[in-house]
């Protein structure tokens, strides 16, 4: 069993960054991987990125290609997702996720969720 815990976010402005943090305890990431997704209201969650932590790929979707960056610190167990030059589209609870072997967009396939953590620009 693996808990997942989000933290980082927040109320900015327009172009400014943020840096989300993904944290698992119960167990760790493994050879899992680590995604990162967001939900507005009530549409779908969103796929963003993903990394795979033991082989350090990734893959982001191409809405946030260029300005997010997902990455890993295995000392302390932690995935994070830096979000550069944010803007209103940008608002919404962001989700950590982990559970499949293998890079994928798929929601369906991440077993473990976080609860969120909420990111709101401002214009």
């Known amino acids: 069993q693996v808990q997942v815990v989000e933290s980082g976010g927040g109320l900015v402005q327009t172009g400014s960054s943020l840096r989300l943090s993904c944290a698992a305890s119960?167990?760790?990431?493994?050879?899992?991987?680590v995604a990162w997704f967001r939900q507005v209201a009530e549409k779908e969650r969103e796929f963003l990125a993903a990394?795979?932590?033991?082989?350090?790929?990734?893959h982001y979707a191409d809405s946030v290609k260029g300005r997010f960056t997902i990455s890993k610190d295995t000392a302390k167990n932690t995935v994070y997702l830096q979000m550069d030059d944010l803007n209103p589209g940008d608002t919404a609870i962001y989700h950590c996720?982990?559970?499949?072997?293998?890079?994928?967009?798929?929601?369906?396939?991440?077993?473990?969720w976080g609860q969120g953590t909420q990111v709101t620009v401002s214009s």
């Open positions: 996720a982990t559970g499949p072997l293998l890079l994928t967009i798929h929601r369906e396939r991440y077993r473990y």
């Open positions: 119960g167990r760790t990431f493994i050879s899992n991987v």
């Open positions: 990394i795979n932590w033991k082989g350090g790929d990734t």
